[in-house]
């Protein structure tokens, strides 16, 4: 009885010590030496500097990617000054789909179904006379949609970048799709030939227009049977993932947000523990996953290449579904970026990191160029949706009721 009462103690003591260690925080000039570097090179202004409250953790922090259990995908890729991380993080997650499929190493044009994007963009519009969102964002399972009809495409064959220039550059080819888009609403003229011809016109000027055909190791194909032939994807395999209180569970629902300019309901609502236990069965079952949602955090720390939620934020026994739904609620969470998940690792506490790839400019300023390591608590309570093969949560997929 002794023994026990004094074990008891011990634990007390030791939970009150663990719980007393806080996280600091402080004022900083942040800065992205990397998109000072691609503005550089685009001939832009300077990246200009801003007073933000990061973080000081005082837990340990991955140093390196070699430190997690990882599948193979290709080296990360800046997206230059674009939007279009929606389409950087989910290509690169098709890229490990094809390598579990089929062992090749193939490098997929991110840019080609960004082109078919924004013609669905402009089209919706058109459709909506005007009410639709315009930006360049949009969503991971954007990708899907348009691989049902245009198929993939290797980088070798279409680059994207007609201009040529050092980094990817959108800034004035969107302005250009809006001013045009916009213009005709403001005239209320929507015929939809003159208006796609034009669309049409800006994007040949910037991107190029994709090949109907193109060789790939001295073979012909179209993007359809490239997908089909060598890539073994099938987009109607790929399943999305969300977790909102405000929705029914274990059913489809939107996710409510404007880059869903499209209003897609194809997203499963699950409870936040499922939302979890799903994402990390699947990456330690060997499957990546294409995870979207907010970066904007005092916890999301470039220079570290982590992101954590920090003590004076919540504490991480009281992070779930309504913490979750509050901050989406109050638009401190925000649908801001989209990366990949390849991998993981376990704390001697059992709390998870997870592997990022990230095409993001502030993931080159960090300890581990091009990739960031998320906790599971900041995955928790700020990431929102995910999309993955449906093998990989197939017990989840079961449970759907519409």
Known sequence: MKKSILLLVVLF??????????????????N?????????????????????????????????????????????VSQGRTGTCWSFSTSSFYESEIFRKTKKEIKLSELYLVYYEYLAKAEEYIRTKGKSHLGEG?????????????????????????????????????????????????????????????????????????PKTFYYNRQAYDPMTFMRDVAKINPEEYVNVMSLKRFPYWQHAEWPVPDNYWHSHDYINVPLEDFMTGLKNAVKA?????????????????????????????PEDYIDENARQMRFDNGSTTDDHAIHVIGYKEDADGKWWFLIKDSGSSAR????????????????????TYTVHQNAILDMVGRVIN
Not at 286 to 312: C, H, M, Q, R
């Open 365 to 384: 300023n960090g300890v581990d160029p091009g990739y960031f390591f998320f906790h599971e608590d900041y995955v928790k309570l700020k990431m929102m």
């Open 13 to 30: 003591f030791a939970q009150a010590s663990y719980a007393q260690v806080k996280d600091a925080a402080e004022y900083i000039d942040y």
């Open 32 to 76: 992205n030496p990397f998109y000072g570097k691609i503005l550089k090179s685009l001939g832009g202004d300077p990246y200009k500097t801003r007073r933000v409250l990061k973080a000081l953790p005082t837990r340990t922090l991955p140093l390196s990617h070699e430190e997690f259990t990882t599948v193979w995908c290709n080296e990360p």
């Open 138 to 210: 949009s969503e991971t399972n954007a990708l899907a949609r348009e691989m049902k009809k245009h198929g993939l495409m290797p980088l070798s064959a279409y680059s994207g970048n007609a201009k040529n220039t050092p980094y990817l550059d959108h800034k004035k080819m969107f302005g250009e799709f809006k001013a045009l888009l916009e213009s005709h609403k403001a005239r209320d003229m929507w015929d939809k030939d003159v208006i796609m011809a034009g669309v049409k016109a800006i994007l040949h000027t910037y991107m190029g227009t994709p």
């Open 286 to 314: 060997g499957y990546s996953v294409s995870l979207g949602g907010d970066v904007s955090e005092p916890g999301y720390l470039p220079s570290k290449s982590v992101a954590i939620v920090p003590t004076f934020d919540i």
